[in-house]
């Protein structure tokens, strides 16, 4: 028996008087004293990370001031934080003077039907290609892939084409079909269910269950953490899609968010207040978004293998 051994032992046996105990700052290895090396990487770590936070976040605060300021104070020189005058009305007269209402109802339509047709089909998709075993599974899931290193730019033509042959150009159709099915959202999807033990679709199939009723009743209540996260990646992605509408939809009733601030600039560029005030009104349902799902959006990514 060692001597380290012996005096933990008797440290330990020292009777059941709470005052003879020892306290865990007895223990040596508790003594260990933190490097300063490791304390300055660590100091220059979260000023780095702070840092990075203030260049992110400046040009929103500069957004959103400027949408309250009088006009000829937006580019101001020399340059002011705060207005001299908060024009709060802005936010009122954006409204009336646009067809706001019209842009973010379109805008709210598509991104919602985009994300429940990429969510099911994409967990559907991935469920297929993670739990059911059938000949070319792996090959056909490798060349499924694949296509997300084909740019868009690439197809958009000859898509357009056989869009426009079926007579669903310039209708809410084309958008939906044009972004209802993804590969991003069936790889994501996959490596999640890779991670969900093979045992319980097993046991399911012994009780009976169908490969549906496996999927509705036991992957997809377990992969809620995912499907949030694909889901507020989809919706982002919709909400700010520009080319995709500026393709496909003609009619001013058709017209998304992006759209609609692009016309409205034009008609407006020397307004810069009103085009700030309209450039927060389109970022605005997308930091609520991400505000309410943050938490699932993080695990999410962290349960899908995705990490960087």
């Known amino acids: 028996m060692t001597a380290a051994t012996v005096d933990f032992t008797a440290l330990a046996g020292k009777g059941a008087n709470p005052a003879n105990r020892p306290s865990t700052s007895d223990i040596p290895w508790n003594k260990q004293k933190t490097s300063p090396l490791k304390i300055v990487g660590t100091v220059i770590g979260y000023l780095g990370m702070l840092c990075l936070t203030i260049f ?20 101001m020189v020399p340059f002011k934080w705060l207005p001299s005058v908060w024009h709060w009305e802005n936010y009122i007269n954006i409204w009336t003077d646009s067809n706001m209402l019209t842009w973010l109802g379109n805008t709210v339509f598509f991104a919602f039907c985009v994300t429940f047709l990429q969510v099911f089909t994409g967990s559907f998709a991935a469920y297929g290609f993670s739990k059911i075993k059938f000949p070319g599974r792996n090959v056909l899931f490798l060349i499924y892939i694949a296509t997300m290193a084909v740019p868009w730019q690439a197809y958009m033509i000859p898509q357009y084409k056989i869009l426009s042959s079926i007579h669903l150009t310039d209708t809410r159709w084309s958008i939906i079909l044009l972004q209802a099915f993804g590969a991003f959202g069936v790889f994501m999807m996959k490596q999640f269910y890779d991670t969900i033990p093979e045992e319980l679709s ?22 809620g953490p995912s499907i949030a996260a694909l889901g507020i990646i989809t919706f982002t992605n919709t909400w700010n899609d520009y080319m995709g509408p500026l393709m496909y939809l003609r009619s001013p009733s058709l017209q998304t968010i992006q759209l609609g601030l692009k016309t409205f600039i034009s008609q407006n560029s020397a307004n810069y207040a009103m085009v700030m005030t309209g450039s927060v009104m389109s970022v605005l349902p997308i930091l609520i978004v991400f505000l309410i799902g943050q938490k699932q959006f993080v695990e999410g990514i962290a349960t899908s293998g995705m990490k960087g």
């Open 202 to 223: 097993e046991a399911a199939r012994l009780d009976g269950l169908s490969e549906w009723g496996i999927y509705r009743r036991i992957v997809l209540p377990l992969s």
């Open 56 to 75: 992110m976040v400046l040009p929103f605060v500069w957004m959103f001031l400027a949408a309250v300021k009088p006009n000829n104070e937006v580019f």
